[in-house]
């Protein structure tokens, strides 16, 4: 199994550019999330959404937009990128029955 | 929403038992205490969970205090392989968005 699948694993932005972060899941999960984890630190939610067609903010949405394309696809974007927003990027879908959460390998990007 | 404290790091050394300490005292009924563990590059991954008695699995046990403000993570034996981040969160039953939150985990070292 797949599991939860990130793209691209490694990105380097100049400030101002644009990209989508893609994230899918092949478990059927309701729920995933977007985390984004700095150099040395924890993990902090940029947005998740509960089920298709939701999104809600987390702790760090700012500079970020989310879609929930269908049950298996949720996409994070930077529409402007910022130096600030260098970080390694995880996404997590959630085997509610079970409250066990599935993160993907990463994605780590350097905006410049 | 309810969250957690842990210690920053601390050290084992291979082959002895190890307690990781968490403090979750603004605990509600119904939240359930999860843990992960995030070795280096990688994403996390679910280790245990439980809500009111003690959980034993084939990676580590959790002992829950009977007032539910404390829980400890056992890993039985350390071996250089459990060297990693260790993140104990909580997660509402009834939470209707099912966000959950990391803080900075505890950092082990196992030292051989």
């Known amino acids: 199994n797949a599991g939860v699948t990130q793209t691209p694993k490694f990105q380097v932005l100049k400030t101002g550019q644009s990209m989508t972060l893609q994230c899918a899941q092949d478990m059927n999960h309701n729920s995933m999330y977007w985390y984004r984890q700095d150099p040395g630190m924890g993990l902090r939610l940029i947005y998740y959404?509960?089920?298709?067609?939701?999104?809600d903010k987390g702790e760090v949405p700012n500079g970020y937009n989310v879609s929930r394309l269908n049950k298996r696809e949720f996409s994070l974007r930077l529409e402007s990128a910022a130096p600030s927003q260098t970080s390694v990027y995880f996404c997590?879908?959630?085997?509610?029955?079970?409250?066990?959460?599935?993160f993907g390998s990463g994605t780590q990007l350097s905006v410049l | 929403d309810a969250k957690t404290t842990q210690p920053n790091s601390m050290e084992s050394n291979e082959e002895e038992p190890v307690h990781l300490p968490c403090n979750h005292s603004?605990?509600?009924?119904?939240?359930?205490i999860h843990w992960y563990r995030q070795l280096p590059s990688q994403g996390p991954e679910y280790v245990i969970h439980g809500l009111t008695s003690n959980v034993n699995n084939r990676m580590a046990s959790l002992a829950i205090a009977e007032d539910r403000k404390s829980s400890t993570l056992i890993l039985h034996r350390a071996t250089l392989r459990d060297a990693a981040v260790y993140y104990c969160?909580?997660?509402?039953?009834?939470?209707?968005?099912?966000?959950?939150?990391f803080g900075t985990g505890t950092r082990l070292t196992v030292i051989p």
């Open positions: 997590a879908s959630l085997d509610v029955p079970m409250g066990k959460l599935f």
């Open positions: 603004t605990i509600s009924g119904t939240d359930y």
């Open positions: 969160i909580l997660r509402g039953v009834f939470t209707g968005a099912n966000n959950l939150f």
């Open positions: 959404s509960a089920s298709e067609g939701t999104t």
